[in-house]
């Protein structure tokens, strides 16, 4: 630890330092966990549009094969983790704090697991930059951490912008899990190569890898793996909640802050999560997309702490019963880990691709009671990693004026949950948070449905406008033409009777 | 279906309960400290303040329906009716308690929507109230008279004395040191000449003087205040602000002028800084959430209460300068809110 | 004293012509809230707020005789938007969680007589005679004037289904 | 009729000068230390408003709106100086009880508010009630006010009343007990007892039209 | 008269509003100077009155037939300006009051000192203060018979060292939790007798002014 990260750990204010619960499964070797008897595959399982099925119910499908295409610029891939029988597209429950279901792709194993022909690659660090950011679209990668953003999205990040370094995310500051710190000490290599492969995607000179001290493991085996290649770098992180946040990590890597609602390719950087580099390694030397991920199966309540691999569309009470079950009551199943996961309304939603953990958390890990009042002891405002005030915008968005707390920051707010974590009155700031962001994006919303519907409404009048013109030019142009008609018919009546009169003047009534 | 429940799901396990029980905790060793000096009456009136604390706080959550007897739980009330009696002339008769009791809790507290709404410090509004109407009663100080030294009255006589705000006998009232160099210089007496004829007492720290309970024991209050900062239950940055606001203005004014100025060691000890700058200015509820704020805040109120104490009519200013900063406490907010992460932004290299 | 009365009377003449010339110089012509109000309301003249059409509403908000939160359609970003315009503060908690509404045709007694896409204020119900009818979701106001005017009572208000997209996270409980 | 009736309602307690307006505040707080001295107060501005609402609404006709406050100023300013003079010369004793007060009358925005927003408006008989109705419902607020703060605070009630109202009055003045909280005649005194009277007007209005509401469920 | 009509068109003019102002400005001043006029005697007569009744509380009723009022003498104290009444009885001097004033906690405090030939205080009363309530208002005769201490005391009863509150040493009570104001009654008081002792001679050489 040099010089240089003393003064940087001595400036850092914010932060909280909760209960690692890290060494349930720290010491436990990633496991391959066998195929369940289903697999649910939501067509919505990273951030952007839905895929759309290309297969229909019915069909049988091979390992690897696409089930689901990509739909618009943001969006990703879904494969088959295995071969089997599409039996049902339709809605099932899907991990969202809802507990709402939506569309899903379900799959029976067949137990051939027979693959598709997969294009595997001897020297990937020869290909464009083009061509690896499509080769990892088309294996289906997201953001492996959690935010499942899609990682061939974030590597064009390089086109808009000269980005000069990618910042490897290790820092897994969410207590319990420890999938990432397995991942780096058991494939250290496929991380490296990982990294090197989307910094050549990203045109970035320099990898910075930051681990946080706690896994000192991790960053020899890291270390080891960098050793022959120069542009990549291990930093030590400090241990603290939320150090792996790409804002914090940015800042205390690089020095340098993102600009508030703006891309951290704005400043030259780009994060990627540890196991999202190794899954890019795998796919473009095997040619294999992402079907399965590895996860930390973890909380008091499991009979068996574990790190799995397990295949995606997997449910979660399958893996809790492949871990033994659980052994006291369990108050939570949260999916992700404490501090920013979501409670899973039940246990028969299956892992997705940005699953990082299953926790069964008992009550006392669990935390929560009723809130009381706001003492200002404000403990939240110090904890902050932006700078907020958590006490003040709640307060705000209690009294009915989510858009007073915007002026505090509140589209700022990153929900890492570390002021609800250390409040002394237990008032669910993130809950707030989250509520008021859902509010604002509701009153947006309807402000532009409000607005297409006015113009709906203007030219409903509009036609409605014309229609009446229109009918009263036609009735107009009619009358016209019947009293033209009548004329002409008078003229002619009058004409005929004129010739009638010359041809026989001597008829009389 | 179950209801949402919000990330996220850990909690470091603190409460509002917590805090104010660790508060009381560090209060305790300067409290028995001053029931041993001021005996009985310190006792029986620490009881009644306390004790109307809390029936106050029962009947307010009551009537304005914010809840039962177990938000009393959370022991705000008793810490603000504890505050409240350390600082009270010790002998004070009992409706000085209750009235006193009345104001923090149901005026200046629940009339602005209760625990955590409050701008004012409850106890200082009412400590102030008491002293702004009952001029008389709050200047009675008595000396010390130890329990089991024969001096003071046992518990029954005190108890009367407290229920019928018996006269205290001539022998034992005293004056405390700040309002003793206060009369003198209204006389024309400066404290070269004043300061010698209080006693040695005066500033040694242990309080063998006479005064509220949280003006005399001074290093116990210090050793409290420095536990709650240990426990993180308040912040370095208001005591230290608040004395260094009130010390070093003294020690200038003392070096320049000592015949008209108190040195800064009996600014310290003879009047309540210590109980203010670690019990009272701290007040969460009433104080900046900002670190800069709570520096600042702190150094006015020290200076405050200097200026107060050296230039006003009353002898001591810590509770008006509490007041007067706490109604500064939005601007300073307000003023001093940290920056947000990305605004604002700094381009150049931190390191 | 004559004196002291007539020096004032002469400042007063001046003081006077001074006012009067200020008047004039600085009139004013107050806004004209109602048809600026007017042009902020969706103007579907739906009638859900129980005024007399989107003018009838504005001319009310402008009198300050209806709340800003008086139109369903144009929901809380209408409200905020109203209550800055007016000055007042607004409470969207006191919009109640009113639950959105949209059309729906029942398909099954539909008899196709194109009553209701004539009614529509935002020609949100689609189809011809004859025909079955369909509710373009995303144009439908959930007035409720399709409803009214069926004669078979085949349009119904029903609830907007709840999806990932439009889920958002109650108000937490507060003890 | 209902006309009156609305009037005086208005004045004594919906639109209130003090408890409903918030005007006034200048002599609701410096003069209500006793509420002697309050009923004085309230009975001189209610004479200052009664005839400065008829005056103003007789000459409402003749005012141009662009001169018009100066106009109210100089009616009300000129009545005050008046009541200030014949107080002076014929009631002394009362002068010198409220003396200093009474030159505050001026400013009191309560009179200027009622002959800009009603006098200028209305017809004379209608304008003079409201000066009434106004005038009594700023004296009744003012010896309430003064009631409670001379009660807690010296423990008296009505002191001095006989020098105000004459020696016939001296049954009002009442000795409760010695000594009070001095806080209360000072000036905080004020702010408090009228906060505590505007809460309590407040929830009787609340608890009013909670009862409506029930009764009109009920019904 | 103007009809109505007209007035409709006449009250947008700029003269128009000016001629009212002015017209307003006119009658209002021309009342209050009348009312002036009306009051000012009754005025002077009451405030006459005031001064007689406080000299009155400080004089023995049958030590003058003089009116003390008129028979005023400007005086000062130091850098105090006192009003001196001189009683009389068939024309030769039996009393002063010397009207004067003390810095008290609360600001000025106003005192009338009745002495008599003998340079004896005959009374003491306070005309105005600012006192704390409940605490220095008790030199208020209404509040407390405090002031009436003074009364037969002499520059020698007490001795000289004496004429100060309990307190300092002193022979008056003070009044608990106030020092301030007493004090400065006290300090007053024996300034005036002073006063007495000093310039009494000249007073009464001068002739009353007729």
Redesign the interface.
């Known amino acids: 630890m040099g010089f240089r990260d003393l003064i940087a750990d001595f400036k850092l204010q914010w932060g909280v330092h909760p209960d690692g619960h890290k060494s349930l499964t720290s010491e436990r070797p990633i496991e391959s966990m066998p195929l369940p008897e289903r697999l649910v595959l939501p067509l919505a399982q990273h951030i952007g549009a839905p895929a759309r099925p290309v297969v229909a119910p019915g069909e049988r499908v091979l390992r690897g094969q696409r089930l689901a295409e990509p739909v618009g610029m943001v969006s990703s891939a879904v494969h088959a983790p295995t071969s089997g029988r599409i039996a049902d597209i339709g809605d099932y429950p899907v991990p969202h704090p809802s507990g709402l279901a939506a569309a899903a792709l379900v799959l029976l194993p067949d137990g051939l697991d027979e693959p598709v022909a997969f294009e595997p690659c001897e020297d990937p660090h020869s290909l464009e930059a083009d061509e690896i950011a499509r080769r990892v679209a088309a294996g289906g990668v997201v953001g492996l951490g959690g935010a499942t953003f899609p990682a061939a999205v974030k590597l064009g990040l390089g086109k808009r912008n000269p980005v000069h370094t990618l910042l490897l995310n290790g820092g897994e500051c969410e207590p319990y899990l420890s999938c990432d710190d397995r991942t780096m000490r058991e494939r250290p290599q496929a991380v490296v190569d990982g990294a090197r492969l989307m910094a050549r995607a990203l045109g970035a000179q320099a990898v910075v890898i930051g681990i946080e001290r706690n896994k000192p493991a991790a960053i020899a085996a890291v270390q080891l793996a960098a050793s022959g290649h120069p542009e990549v770098s291990v930093r030590a992180l400090p241990v603290r909640y939320p150090m792996g946040s790409e804002k914090q990590l940015v800042a205390y890597l690089t020095g340098v802050e993102v600009p508030a609602g703006g891309l951290s390719a704005e400043v030259g950087v780009v994060v990627h999560n540890v196991g999202t580099a190794a899954e890019v390694s795998r796919v473009l030397r095997t040619g294999e997309p992402l079907t399965h991920r590895a996860l930390t199966v973890s909380g008091a309540a499991i009979s068996r702490p574990a790190n799995l691999r397990v295949a995606i569309g997997t449910s979660v009470a399958d893996i809790i019963a492949h871990c033994g079950g659980v052994r006291r009551d369990v108050a939570r199943y949260v999916m992700g880990g404490p501090m920013m996961g979501m409670l899973l309304p039940g246990t028969d939603v299956p892992v997705v691709k940005g699953s990082s953990g299953v926790l069964s958390l008992t009550s006392e890990e669990a935390g929560g009671g009723s809130a009381s009042a706001c003492i200002r002891c404000a403990r939240c405002a110090g904890v902050c990693p932006i700078g907020l005030q958590p006490f003040e915008m709640a307060a705000r968005i209690r009294a009915g004026r989510a858009e007073a707390a915007v002026d505090l920051g509140l589209k700022d707010c990153i929900g890492c949950g570390s002021c609800a974590y250390t409040c002394p009155a237990k008032i669910p700031l993130s809950h707030y948070f989250s509520y008021a962001k859902g509010s604002l994006a509701a009153a947006e919303r309807s402000r532009l449905k409000n607005e297409s519907i006015k113009k709906l409404t203007a030219a409903r009048s509009e036609r409605l406008a014309r229609e009446a013109r229109e009918k009263a030019e036609a009735a107009a142009r009619r009358k016209a033409e019947r009293e033209a008609a009548k004329r002409r018919a008078a003229e002619a009546a009058a004409g005929e009777a004129a010739e009638e009169r010359r041809e026989v003047p001597q008829v009389s009534a | ?2 209801t ?13 309960g ?2 104010m029980r660790l508060v009381m905790l560090a209060l305790l060793p300067v409290t028995l400290w001053g029931f041993y000096l001021f005996g009985w009456p310190a006792i029986w009136l620490w009881l009644i303040t306390v004790g109307s604390a809390m029936l106050f706080e029962l009947v307010c959550l009551r009537v304005s329906g914010r ?1 039962g007897p177990t ?1 009393l739980r ?1 022991g ?1 009330a008793a810490l603000a009716g504890w505050l409240l009696a350390l600082t009270l002339p010790p002998w004070s008769p009992w409706w000085i308690a209750v ?1 006193g009791s009345f104001v923090a809790i149901c ?1 200046a507290k629940h ?1 602005y929507g ?4 409050n701008p004012f410090n409850p106890a200082m509004v009412a400590r102030v ?1 008491l002293l ?5 009663e709050m ?1 009675q100080w008595v000396a010390p008279a130890p329990l089991f030294s024969g001096t003071g009255p046992d518990a029954i006589e005190a108890l009367e004395r407290l229920l019928f705000s018996s006269p205290i006998p001539d022998a034992l009232t005293s004056a405390t040191l700040l309002g003793h160099v206060k ?1 003198e210089a ?2 024309g007496v400066d404290l070269l000449a004043s300061v010698p004829s209080f006693g040695a007492a005066a500033a040694d720290g242990i309080g063998r003087h006479a005064g509220s309970i949280g003006e005399t024991g001074s290093w116990l209050i210090l050793a409290g205040g420095l536990f709650l900062i240990s426990r993180r239950v308040i912040g370095w940055h208001v005591p230290v602000a608040v004395l260094a606001g009130l010390c070093v203005p003294a020690m200038l004014a003392h070096g320049l002028d000592p015949a008209h100025h108190l040195s800064a060691r009996h600014h310290l000890f003879a009047g309540a800084a210590m109980l203010g700058a670690f019990f009272i200015a701290t007040d ?4 900046p ?2 670190v800069t704020g709570r520096l600042l805040y702190g150094l006015a109120i020290g200076f405050l209460s200097w200026v107060i104490r050296s230039f006003a ?1 009353f002898p001591e200013g810590f509770a008006f300068a509490v007041l007067l900063m706490n109604a500064c406490v939005p601007i300073i ?1 307000r003023f001093t ?7 604002g ?3 150049g ?3 | 004293m004559l004196i002291a009365v007539t020096s004032l009377t002469l400042i007063a003449t001046c003081l006077g012509l001074i006012l009067g010339i200020a008047a004039r110089r600085f009139h004013v012509e107050p806004p004209e809230l109602v048809s600026e109000l007017e042009a902020m309301l969706p103007g579907s003249q739906c009638g859900q707020c129980g005024f007399p059409g989107c003018n009838g509403a504005a001319e009310a908000l402008a009198d300050g005789l209806a709340p800003v939160t008086l139109c369903p359609p144009g929901g809380p970003a209408l409200a905020l938007a109203l209550a800055d315009k007016l000055g007042v503060q607004v409470e969207l908690g006191a919009m109640g969680e009113r639950e959105p509404t949209i059309a729906a045709v029942r398909e099954d007694i539909c008899i196709g007589c194109t009553k209701c896409f004539k009614e529509c204020p935002t020609d949100a119900i689609h189809g011809a005679m004859k025909q079955m009818h369909s509710v373009m979701k995303e144009a439908c106001t959930g007035c409720g004037k399709c409803a009214e005017i069926c004669p078979t009572e085949a349009v119904t208000l029903v609830p907007v289904a709840a999806t990932l997209g439009n889920w958002r996270w109650r108000e937490p409980a507060f003890a | 009729m209902s006309d009156y009736r609305k009037i005086l309602r208005d004045g004594l307690w919906d639109n209130n000068m003090i408890a409903g307006q918030l005007l006034a505040m200048c002599p609701a707080m410096a003069v209500t230390a006793s509420a002697t001295n309050g009923l004085g107060m309230g009975l001189a501005t209610t004479a200052v408003l009664v005839a400065s609402n008829t005056l103003v609404s007789s000459v409402r006709h003749l005012v141009p709106s662009a001169v018009r406050i100066p106009i109210f100023i100089v009616l009300i300013a000129s009545l005050v100086t008046l009541v200030d003079l014949s107080l002076n010369a014929w009631l002394h004793e009362l002068y010198k009880v409220l003396g200093l007060f009474i030159a505050l009358i001026v400013v009191n925005c309560g009179i200027l508010g009622r002959a800009e927003s009603f006098a200028s408006k209305s017809k004379l008989a209608h304008s003079a009630v409201d000066g009434l109705a106004m005038g009594i419902g700023f004296t009744l607020m003012m010896v309430a006010i003064g009631a409670v703060r001379e009660v807690l605070g010296s423990g008296t009630l009505f002191a001095q009343a006989s020098l105000l109202l004459g020696p016939a009055f001296a049954f009002l003045e009442l000795k409760l007990f010695d000594g009070g909280a001095l806080l209360m005649v000072l000036p905080p005194g004020g702010f408090l007892v009228l906060g505590g009277l505007l809460a309590a007007k407040r929830a009787l209005e609340a608890g009013r039209q909670r009862r409506g509401v029930v009764v009109a469920q009920s019904a | 008269m103007i009809g109505n009509h007209s007035l409709e068109r006449l009250r947008p003019t700029i003269p128009f509003q000016a001629a009212m102002l002015a017209l307003t400005v006119m009658l209002a001043s021309a009342a209050l100077g009348l009312a002036d006029r009306a009051t000012r005697q009754p005025i002077a007569d009451a405030v006459a009155a005031d001064t007689r009744t406080s000299l009155a509380q400080v004089l023995p009723t049958d030590s003058y037939d003089n009116d003390p009022t008129d028979d005023v003498i400007d005086a000062r104290d130091g850098d105090v300006p006192v009003a001196v009444h001189v009683a009389r009885k068939g024309g030769v001097p039996t009393a002063v009051v010397i009207a004067t004033r003390a810095r008290g906690y609360g600001g000025e405090i106003g005192l009338v000192v009745g002495i008599s030939r003998g340079e004896r205080v005959l009374g003491v009363r306070i005309t105005r203060h600012a006192e704390t309530p409940g605490l220095g208002d008790k030199i208020e005769i209404a509040k407390s018979d405090w002031v009436t201490s003074f009364a037969g005391r002499h520059l020698a009863d007490p001795e000289p060292a004496k004429w100060a509150v309990r307190k300092d040493g002193g022979a008056f009570d003070q009044f608990a939790g106030a020092t301030i104001t007493p004090r400065a009654v006290v300090a007053a008081v024996k300034r005036s007798l002073e006063l007495y002792r000093r310039e009494h001679a000249t007073w009464f050489a001068l002739r009353k002014p007729s």
Request: glycine fraction near 12%; proline fraction near 7%.
């Open positions: 279906m179950t949402p429940v919000h990330a996220p799901h850990a909690h470091d396990g603190g409460s509002v917590r805090v809840g938000i959370d705000s009235i005026i009339a209760g625990l955590g709404q109230a702004i109407s009952f001029p008389l200047t009369t209204s006389r969460l509820v009433t104080s959430a900002t009519g907010d809110r940290p920056r947000i992460y990305g605004h932004a700094t381009d290299r931190a390191a």
